[in-house]
């Protein structure tokens, strides 16, 4: 698989979709280079404004902007932006159902130089609490880029969750996202995968190799963590009977509580979570070294996979 | 003469100098505002009938801005008298919810009441008019006073009033947008400045005169956010934000100055960039005036020290002892009696 950036995905579709909507705002806490909003800024520099380094004020005026009609993208680190302003993500937008889209970078282990200040391991659990709010994490490149115009498109306060760095492609040109909808990447009948984000092609690796020692697994990229897609999820524990679940986030209140707290209300199957247990990031000079070291890796997937197997028989 | 004292009333009030309005002489006659015989070289300058009556209200009326006539629910009403039912309500609110914040409340009575009735555009049978001006009460534990006022005005019921804090109400504890004629929520201290300077970039972008006002408390000026705010704001030179800050000196536990000290407050938000104004802040004419001023500014937002007492209008009610306490029955009527 080839890799790519999600980030300089979203600074290419972004200044596109500022051609077709006009209202569309960005406002930048002063990291246009590293969100690759700068190119945004340089096509249309009366719809872009750095507020400096304060997410909370970059959060209210996007508040401001949404209430006057206008589509404010907030661009920022997902640790400062979601961590420091998550009172006002709450307070002034969520609460009001403000029109704000949040567009999260950074996000996971993948500023891996940076170490655990700048490593957000728990933004999707404090995201997905909000009500009104939808969260995506996408898979790659190009998904990320039709989930932003899903995104933009749709109405509400949003929150897109990507990484720094490039990442497998998953998809090769077009994926049909829908929010709210998983894709079925690779049906199977022993147990299910459900992954998100860079995990999804760990998944379809694990499932690959799996396939030649005769487990059948089935993988779902769950990129719409809420709303989440119940009936896909349902599904797949009717039919595969267990599931692992595979994120860059920890296993506390992400991908894998979303999932577990739906599967024990209409149909307990065993679910074992792969991600981040319970702990702060680090620094690595290399991403693989450092998903590795956490346990995101193909080989963890297919441990658990066999074991939840094997524990089901 | 009666022409100059027009003139200075219309040079005071619109904050024109006089030498400019003095040369506009002809025009005031094409206005019909005064008279005079072309022959006696404006000796024998008269005010027409019209031209007392707009001095009566320039200049009469703002010595007296309680016998201003405003538009209420109910018709035409003296400002006065507007500013006394509201702090009625207010008590009424709090003492049937049984909390709720009378001080804070009080001490912006006059504030809300000049930006509502005089200086804001707005229609309270369209509360979404886009073009309307925006209030920000970003000290929102203040909600009873805005509540009272927005019934005043006639955006609601009065009967509402008595449904604060309860459950399916559309009053919610602070504001909320459920409230017809509220334009942002608030409750949580420090964020509405920034909404504002959303609301203001927006406004600009639309080429619209909108403007919008936003009301802090002083003790809410401990939060990090509103200086973030108040550097965004005057780094995009938005003229039209007028901020007030409703300056009481207590907070919830106690003296501002004990607590995190804000003084010299003025200094702070000058070398933040802002037009700094004081006022009076339970003072009608003193608030007129100054708002005036500051919706004059140019180039920079502006911001209003507003000096209030906290629980302003009830004796016993002034300083910091109802931060959020209803009063008793007893409390209660002798509250009314000191505001009839």
């Known amino acids: 698989m080839d890799n790519l950036s999600q980030i300089e995905e979203f600074g290419n579709v972004l200044v596109r979709l500022g051609e077709k909507h006009r209202d569309l705002i960005v406002v930048d806490p002063d990291v246009s280079s590293s969100t690759k909003t700068l190119h945004f800024a340089e096509i249309f520099p009366d719809r872009f404004l750095n507020v400096g380094i304060s997410e909370q004020d970059a959060v209210g005026i996007a508040a401001g902007l949404a209430a006057s009609g206008k589509i404010p993208i907030v661009s920022g680190f997902s640790m400062f932006l979601v961590g420091r302003a998550w009172e006002q993500i709450a307070n002034s937008v969520a609460r009001s159902n403000l029109n704000v889209k949040i567009v999260a970078t950074h996000a996971g282990l993948s500023p891996y130089a940076d170490g655990g200040s700048h490593q957000m391991l728990w933004d999707v659990a404090l995201m997905r609490l909000l009500p009104n709010l939808k969260v995506i994490v996408p898979a790659d490149a190009v998904e990320a880029s039709e989930a932003l115009v899903a995104m933009i498109e749709s109405k509400g306060p949003c929150y897109l969750r990507l990484g720094r760095s490039p990442i497998p492609v998953v998809y090769d040109e077009c994926c049909s996202f829908q929010l709210g909808r998983a894709h079925l990447l690779r049906d199977g009948s022993d147990a299910t995968i459900v992954a998100n984000g860079i995990m999804v092609s760990m998944a379809l690796e694990a499932a690959e190799a799996l396939s030649l020692e005769g487990i059948d697994a089935r993988v779902l990229d769950m990129h719409t963590v809420k709303p989440l897609d119940i009936s896909s999820l349902e599904k797949a524990a009717f039919e595969t009977g267990a599931l692992v679940t595979a994120e860059e986030h920890s296993i506390i209140g992400g991908l894998g509580g979303a999932v577990s707290e739906a599967i024990s209300e209409f149909n307990p199957v065993p679910v074992k979570k792969i991600g981040i247990d319970d702990a702060f990031g680090e620094s690595s000079r290399s991403y693989p070294k450092l998903l590795e070291k956490f346990g995101l890796s193909t080989r963890s997937i297919m441990d658990a996979i066999k074991t939840i197997v094997k524990e089901r028989k | ?340």
């Not at chain 2, 004796?315 to 002892?321: C, D, K, R, T, V």
């Open chain 2, 1 to 340: 003469m009666p022409i100059n004292s027009l003139i200075n009333g219309i040079s005071d009030r619109l904050g024109i100098p006089v030498d400019r309005l003095s040369r506009s002489v002809e025009s005031l006659k094409d206005l019909k505002l005064i008279e005079y015989d072309e022959s006696s070289e404006l000796r024998s300058v008269e005010l027409t009938g019209i031209g007392e009556i707009l001095k009566r209200i320039l200049i009469e009326g703002e010595s007296l801005p309680e016998f201003l006539m405003v538009p209420t629910k109910s018709g035409l009403k003296p400002l006065g008298a507007v500013v006394k039912d509201v702090r009625k309500n207010i008590l009424r609110m709090v003492a049937e919810a049984g909390s709720g914040h009378i001080g804070a409340s009080f001490s912006t009575v006059e504030i809300l009441c000049v930006l509502y009735f005089l200086k804001m555009k707005k229609d309270p049978k369209n509360p979404g008019w886009s073009e309307r001006d925006l209030l920000i009460l970003s000290k929102g534990h203040a909600a009873p006073a805005l509540y009272a006022i927005l019934s005043e005005a006639g955006y609601f019921p009065e009967i509402e009033l008595l449904r604060l804090r309860e459950l399916g109400s559309i009053l919610q504890g602070h504001p909320d947008l459920r409230t017809p004629g509220v334009d942002f929520i608030s409750g949580s201290l420090g964020q509405g400045l920034s909404a504002a300077i959303g609301f203001a970039l927006a406004a600009k972008m639309d080429g619209s005169s909108r403007r919008i006002y936003v009301i802090l408390g002083d003790g809410e000026l401990n939060e990090g956010q509103i200086w973030e705010a108040a550097l965004t704001a005057s780094h995009l030179k938005l003229d039209n934000i007028t901020t007030i800050i409703d300056r009481n000196y207590y907070q919830l536990s106690g003296e501002t100055e004990k607590i995190k000290a804000l003084d010299p407050l003025e200094d702070k938000w000058i070398a933040f960039g802002w037009e700094v104004f004081e006022a009076e802040g339970n003072d009608l004419k003193s608030l007129i005036r100054t708002l005036d001023a500051s919706s004059l500014v140019k180039g920079k937002p502006s911001l209003v020290i507003a000096k209030t007492t906290k629980g302003k209008g009830v004796s016993f009610m002034e300083g910091n002892s109802f931060t959020n306490k209803a009063p008793s029955t007893a409390e209660l009527s002798k509250a009314y009696e000191e505001l009839t």
